[in-house]
């Protein structure tokens, strides 16, 4: 997480988002070289940080522009004012003090800029913000690792030459740019909430910082529903956190977790944040319709109390104001719940031919769940062992063959 800040940082001051990248990348390979001889500084952060804009410094003082344009000389004496207290705070030992909100929020802007293309806006911000490799955010789109790669590469390139102001937009343009930046922010915060490759079944480093950033955006726009939807979808998402893990962190899925384990206080925010949405007046966008869901879950002590035909209902309006092979997929877990598993496996099958769901592990992990409560365990091993063969995530993969093997004790 302190690339991304570190990037943004050097982003304001460089106004070039690849070779704020590439700097920042310098910098930690500096740390890596040097931290095992001298040792860890006391303020890791700061010492980054530091390192990362001497190095942009240095690029602008051996720019020939500077040479030639005179605006752009100003800029370096203005960058080297600034880092005069940064460089006497290194020398005092102190820590280091930076505008890091605001710069990660223009970071977030820039990257979903409308030069770029939507998938491009996505994939550059969950690179640069979330720290995600480029076969992460493939399997978080659905779409081949090239693919991915090639719009990263293109989006700093069309960046760069467009010369992208580094800043937050402001009255209607920053209404049109905000559904790329929720969905940017949502993708981050999915990708802590269930990593898609790696040991650990979460990353909450990333919920956090899609958490924080949702909220900033409800400040920046207050009047905007879906902002406030978000926010309250993650709220209630991430109130779960603790209980999602059992002691070895291994997964614990939610009809099974404890429910005091949940975080009250971020339940509470997700309800005051969606009520927020519903008094702006106006249909649910997609973002507080999946809160509303979430909310039906909180709201009930237990997993028996739960209001399934009312998510199973609000599925249905999601699948009409944003249709989507996934959201049909968590429609049949819903129908499944409130009107039995036959019911739900009948929509899971009408998916099996969707291009787009073809390696996505949860089809066959949905399907083989509802195959087991019908009693057609043979079935449901060889799915839940398919879910296990294409997951990235180890503890997944884990509680998906333990499921396979439960499968053979079953008639």
């Known amino acids: 997480m302190e690339s991304a800040r570190i990037i943004a940082s050097l982003a304001r001051m460089l106004r070039d988002v690849g070779v704020a990248e590439e700097l920042a990348q310098d910098a930690l390979v500096t740390a890596l070289e040097q931290w095992p001889r001298t040792g860890v500084p006391d303020n890791p952060a700061a010492w980054l940080m530091t390192a990362a804009k001497n190095r942009a410094l240095d690029k602008l003082r051996r720019s020939r522009m500077l040479e030639r344009k005179h605006e752009e000389l100003g800029h370096e004496l203005e960058l080297q004012q600034q880092m005069a207290p940064v460089e006497a705070d290194i020398r005092l030992g102190g820590d280091l003090v930076d505008n890091i909100d605001d710069d990660l929020l223009r970071l977030v802007f820039i990257a979903c800029h409308p030069v770029l293309s939507p998938e491009a806006r996505v994939a550059l911000t969950l690179r640069l913000l979330g720290g995600l490799t480029t076969d992460e955010i493939a399997r978080a789109f659905l779409v081949p690792e090239p693919t991915v790669a090639q719009r990263i590469v293109r989006a700093k390139r069309t960046l760069t030459e467009a010369r992208v102001p580094f800043e937050v937009p402001r009255g ?160 049949a877990v819903a129908l499944a719940m409130a009107f039995g598993p036959a019911a739900g496996l009948e929509l899971a099958d009408q998916l099996l031919s969707e291009p787009a769901l073809k390696t996505y592990h949860l089809l066959p992990a949905v399907r083989a769940d509802l195959l087991a409560k019908l009693g057609r365990t043979a079935e449901a091993r060889v799915e839940f062992e398919r879910a296990a063969s294409l997951t990235r995530n180890m503890r997944e993969r884990e509680l998906l063959l333990s499921r396979a093997q439960a499968c053979l004790q079953g008639p």
């Open 172 to 331: 209607p343009e920053l209404a049109a740019r905000i559904a790329s930046v929720l969905g940017v922010v949502y993708l981050i915060f999915n990708e802590g909430y269930s990593a898609t490759a790696g040991d650990d079944w979460m990353r909450p480093a990333l919920c956090d910082e899609a958490l924080r950033l949702g909220r900033i955006l409800a400040e920046l726009a207050p009047q905007e529903a879906e902002v406030h939807g978000l926010v309250a979808l993650m709220e209630i998402q991430a109130s779960r956190s603790r209980a999602r893990t059992g002691p070895a962190g291994e997964p614990v899925l939610l009809l099974e977790q404890n429910r005091a384990r949940w975080d009250r206080l971020l339940i509470r925010r997700g309800f005051a944040a969606l009520q927020r949405a519903e008094e702006l007046g106006g249909a649910l966008g997609p973002y507080a319709l999946q809160a509303a869901i979430a909310a039906c879950h909180a709201r009930a002590l237990t997993a028996e109390a739960t209001d399934w035909q009312r998510i199973a209902a609000l599925y249905d309006a999601l699948a009409q104001l944003a249709p989507s092979p996934v959201v049909e997929l968590n429609r």
